[in-house]
């Protein structure tokens, strides 16, 4: 267990829809990412936020956005799904320090777009 | 820009026997950061290793080692003796010292498959 929650496990919703995805990092932990794991674009950096500042931009869609909140908690808002949209979407956290520490993964919410 | 390649895409071998998984790395910058995780068929990534790149030794953790070169940028991951547990995708990823931001690139992992 890394001590990265996320909630929901799954999801199932349809195209067109909007879903919230939430994250809560290891205790101690400043900085949350948010991955992307598909069958045709791998795994892809999102985003990142670092004590509720965001700090980097991955490639991000416009219909997603993600924040976090000031008990470090963050969430990934996804709308106007599509079907490409289906993915594995995992959250991240590392300790606060030098940028380079490793990051811990939560167990991932599987998102179908039907 | 930076990549990572795995060129192996799937490796399979028979309990016991050793298996070297290949990583090589591409980045401009002279400080950086290489990793190895773990994906078990249940789906969770779980972190394995983390090497600097002015830290060029070797390191092995139990039936685990990792053979790191700067001359030909690659990061090899052996697990010797290997088991059915070992069964997963691995990946390595690069991050880049350069900014604060620490977002992680990953190769297309390679599927190991571990069989009695």
């Known amino acids: 267990d890394s001590g990265v929650t996320q909630t929901p496990k799954h999801l199932i919703t349809a195209t067109g829809q909007r879903v919230t995805l939430r994250c809560s990092p290891r205790s101690g932990d400043l900085s949350v990412y948010w991955y992307q794991q598909s069958l045709d674009q791998g795994l892809q950096f999102l985003i990142q936020?670092?004590?509720?500042?965001?700090?980097a931009k991955g490639n991000i869609l416009e219909r997603f956005s993600a924040q976090q909140f000031p008990d470090l908690h963050s969430e990934l808002n996804l709308s106007s799904l599509e079907l490409g949209d289906s993915a594995l979407y995992f959250c991240?956290?590392?300790?606060?320090?030098?940028?380079?520490?490793?990051?811990?993964f939560g167990p991932g919410t599987r998102l179908t777009v039907l | 820009a930076q990549k990572v390649t795995q060129a192996q895409t799937e490796i399979s071998v028979v309990e016991k026997e050793d298996v070297t998984l290949d990583c090589v790395y591409e980045?401009?910058?002279?400080?950086?950061?290489l990793f190895w995780y773990k994906q078990p068929p249940s789906g969770e990534l779980v972190f394995l290793i983390r090497r600097n790149s002015f830290d060029e030794q070797n390191e092995i953790s139990g039936r685990y080692s990792w053979n790191f070169q700067k001359s030909t940028s690659s990061f090899n991951f052996t697990i010797t003796a290997s088991q059915v547990v070992d069964s997963a995708v691995y990946f390595c990823?690069?991050?880049?010292?350069?900014?604060?931001?620490?977002?992680?690139?990953f190769g297309t992992g390679t599927r190991l498959q571990v069989t009695l």
């Open positions: 991240a956290s590392s300790a606060p320090g030098q940028g380079h520490n490793e990051q811990f």
């Open positions: 990823a690069l991050k880049a010292s350069t900014g604060t931001a620490s977002k992680l690139t």
């Open positions: 936020y670092y004590n509720g500042e965001e700090r």
């Open positions: 980045t401009r910058d002279t400080t950086y950061y």
